[in-house]
């Protein structure tokens, strides 16, 4: 069965450091999302791509980066890791091109807590 | 710019008891509204998609309704049991630009009690 798999699932970091979350999809969809999710927020949208060598800021970019080298990963960089990152991080995927009526699906997340 | 809520924030239920958690958006040109399940500590799954020229969909004991013109959906869970206590999110896509960007509501936490 096709799937998003992130790692590592849990991660405890310093501030200051960079950190990369990883993202990888066997459905071969060419949409690729990052969200947070937060209390008091709920999910908002850091980055996505369309396809290979495309990448969008999203609503919550500031600090974050992504690269699309191909289809199945989308790999998130925290470029220096502050507090206010602490948060829980979820990989998405959809088919289709804008307009379309694909739904999205998601991966199992990452808690990332930076102290 | 889109906002999704979603009414009551918490539910608590006896089992056996069917149930209507609301979701509402304020811009009604969407293309989708996907209803999610959120387990504690895990990610969103996938409930029910309705496309925007579409009234209602089911699956097993859910049914998902859409009334675009006033900006509401409601999901309908028959004879609930604890194996549905979750968090259930609804969320909306619209084109920006050459994108669907997806809205989400905040979520009703739903406890089931046996």
């Known amino acids: 069965d096709a799937e998003i798999t992130q790692s590592p699932r849990h991660k405890i970091t310093e501030t200051g450091r960079q950190v990369t979350l990883a993202c990888h999809q066997t459905w071969n969809h060419n949409n690729m999302f990052w969200y947070r999710q937060d209390l008091g927020h709920g999910l908002r949208l850091i980055h996505y791509?369309?396809?290979?060598?495309?990448?969008n800021k999203g609503e919550v970019s500031d600090g974050y980066s992504v690269s699309r080298s191909n289809t199945e990963d989308l790999p998130l960089t925290l470029e220096s890791a502050a507090s206010s990152q602490t948060s829980v991080y979820f990989c998405?995927?959809?088919?289709?091109?804008?307009?379309?009526?694909?739904?999205?699906?998601f991966g199992p997340g990452t808690r990332l807590t930076v102290t | 710019k889109q906002e999704v809520t979603q009414i009551p924030a918490a539910l608590s239920v006896p089992e056996g008891e069917n149930l209507v958690l609301n979701c509402s958006f304020t811009?009604?040109?969407?293309?989708?509204l996907q209803w999610f399940r959120q387990d504690p500590g895990k990610g969103l799954t996938s409930l029910l998609l309705?496309?925007?020229?579409?009234r209602e969909q089911t699956s097993g004991r859910l049914n998902a309704s859409l009334d675009k013109s006033s900006g509401r959906s409601t999901l309908y869970i028959a004879a609930s049991q604890p194996g549905d206590s979750a968090t259930y999110l609804c969320a909306v896509s619209q084109p920006l630009y050459n994108f669907n960007k997806f809205y989400f509501g905040s979520g009703t936490k739903l406890n089931v009690k046996p």
């Open positions: 811009d009604s040109a969407i293309y989708n």
């Open positions: 998405a995927t959809s088919g289709g091109a804008s307009g379309s009526h694909y739904e999205q699906y």
């Open positions: 309705i496309q925007s020229s579409q």
């Open positions: 791509s369309y396809g290979v060598q495309d990448t």
